[in-house]
């Protein structure tokens, strides 16, 4: 293993590096299981730009300004740039103002809409703009290539070139040869793949403890700035060839898919054999091998990733010449979730029309404002075929779904929602619907129905107030 001047380990090929020990002045860093004499402390500051303010960009440049380097935040949307320069959030994301707060008051955090010039300053260059499903389920890379065509002329000095945005496998080759096209020296840049894990909703925390950090480089070295950007981190970080961590990305976002798919395909059997899916999840978890996360049976998966990296890892297969049925099926079983639930509501009206459906949480999880793909749009759109009366409660995501359905009847708390209806439907599980007066909604409601898509409430609860209780997989 060689190692630069300034002490840290350059991986020759794929191998892990312990974060921690990359930076701890006793360092000991592991390739593949051997260790190493102690390194040097890294202490050189990095100039970061971060492209792209979304839900990771903005994670990103924030946390990184905290933890010390210097950070500009670029996005072509002034007003989005003006709230964070306020010291606020452009999107809900629990402790992210704070974060974003002290990093400006210490003045590592800056933001701009002159892309060259902050380009022309950084050491580290990410790119983390949208990259939503074209028409044919491939992400649309139009803003990253568009990124790229703005930055090459700025480039004048090394830049590591960083994709964090999720991109199709070969992205980093394309933009390799988009930036060769465009005249820019190939010494002067290293395109690098390093995906992103967080969830949205618990973003900040995913960030500060990742379970791993995955490096993907063509070119010996060419992970270095990252390796020092996340020393601190103590988690294993995987360096890689870039098109393997492009599809790390992709196989790890559809794998957990799957798993939850899995769930909901027995909770079917569950509902018709006297199993518990609760029950059945707990013992299949316990063991170290499958693990109890993301085995939550409910309505199903949804939000701005899993329908789409699901959609971009079918495209993918496709192109390689695979059929990869099995993530077919997952996908299948995830668009059946919402309608079978949805009928056995039915099966207890009688109907839907003309019935007052209370709708708790609209967001495709809880701690979050995202509807995109949540599951609330599908029970939406059923209910309106139906002829339902809708009224909807959800903490944070109500603006957001205002615009798409104006029309509906939307509430300030979860117990007023219930008021007068005829069946509730408990859509995402946010805490605050944890404390639902049980006794109340039954008095309150004109209907006796409790439908609970995410296992989120103990059926003894509800049933001792005089409420019908139905939920999935029991
Ligand atoms: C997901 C991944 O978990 C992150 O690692 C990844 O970085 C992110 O996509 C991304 O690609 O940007 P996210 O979409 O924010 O994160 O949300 P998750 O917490 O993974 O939940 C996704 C969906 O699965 C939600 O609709 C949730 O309700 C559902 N889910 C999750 C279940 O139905 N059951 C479970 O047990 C877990």
Redesign the pocket.
């Known amino acids: 293993m060689k190692v630069t001047l300034d002490g840290v380990p350059v991986m020759n090929g794929a191998g892990t590096v312990n974060a921690e020990a990359l930076n701890a002045s006793k360092a000991v860093v592991s390739l593949n299981g051997e260790k190493s004499a102690p390194r040097q402390r890294v202490t050189r500051t990095l100039n970061v730009s971060v492209i792209g303010t979304g839900?990771?960009g903005l994670v990103t440049g924030a946390i990184l300004a905290d933890q010390g380097s210097n950070v500009i935040c670029v996005d072509n949307n002034p007003a989005k740039l003006e709230v964070i320069e306020r010291g606020e959030s452009p999107i809900y994301e629990p402790g992210l103002d704070k974060i974003i707060q002290s990093a400006l008051r210490a003045g590592r955090l800056k933001t701009s809409g002159d892309l060259a010039a902050a380009v022309e300053n950084s050491d580290v260059v990410y790119i983390a703009v949208g990259t939503p499903p074209s028409a044919d389920g491939t992400p649309d890379l139009t803003a990253v290539i568009q990124v790229v065509n703005q930055i090459a002329p700025a480039i004048k000095k090394h830049i590591t070139l960083v994709t964090k945005s999720?991109v199709p496998v070969g992205t980093g080759d394309l933009i390799e040869n988009t930036l060769q096209d465009l005249g820019v020296d190939p010494n002067l840049v290293d395109v690098v793949s390093n995906p992103?894990?967080?969830?949205?909703?618990s973003a900040v925390y995913?960030t500060f403890n990742p379970d791993r950090i995955v490096v993907g480089v063509n070119r010996p070295g060419a992970e270095i700035k990252l390796l020092e950007l996340y020393g601190r981190y103590g988690c294993p970080i995987l360096v890689t060839n870039r098109t393997s961590a492009e599809l790390i990305?992709y196989a790890?976002?559809s794998f957990?898919?799957v798993k939850?798919s899995f769930?909901n395909a027995i909770s079917r059997i569950c509902e018709q054999s006297g199993a518990d899916v609760a029950e059945v999840a707990k013992g299949m978890g316990l063991d170290s091998r499958i693990g109890k996360?993301?085995?939550?049976?409910?309505?199903?998966?949804?939000?701005?990733?899993?329908p789409k990296?699901v959609q971009g890892l079918l495209k993918c297969a496709e192109t390689t010449g695979y059929d990869f049925t099995m993530l077919k099926s997952a996908e299948d079983i995830n668009n059946d979730q919402t309608s079978h639930f949805m009928s056995r509501l039915r099966d207890q009206l009688g109907t839907f029309e003309g019935k007052t459906i209370a709708l708790l949480g609209l967001a495709?999880?809880p701690n979050?404002d995202d509807i995109r793909d949540?599951?609330a749009l599908e029970i939406i759109d059923l209910l309106k075929a139906g002829g339902a009366k809708i009224r909807a409660y959800d903490p944070v995501a109500m603006p957001n779904m205002m615009e798409v359905h104006p029309d509906i009847e939307y509430k300030s708390g979860g117990q007023e929602t219930v008021e007068g209806a005829d069946a509730v439907i408990l859509v995402t599980e946010w805490e605050e619907f944890k404390w639902l007066d049980f006794d109340l909604t039954a008095s309150t409601m004109k209907g006796d129905l409790l439908f609970d898509g995410?296992r989120a409430f103990r059926r003894e609860d509800v049933e001792k107030s005089g409420l019908r209780y139905f939920t999935i997989g029991v």
Do not use: H, M, P
């Open positions: 839900y990771v999720t992103e894990f967080l969830r949205e909703g995913d990305k790890s976002n957990l898919a939850i769930i996360q993301f085995l939550n049976a409910g309505l199903g998966w949804g939000g701005s990733c899993f990296d495709f999880k979050t949540a599951k995410r």
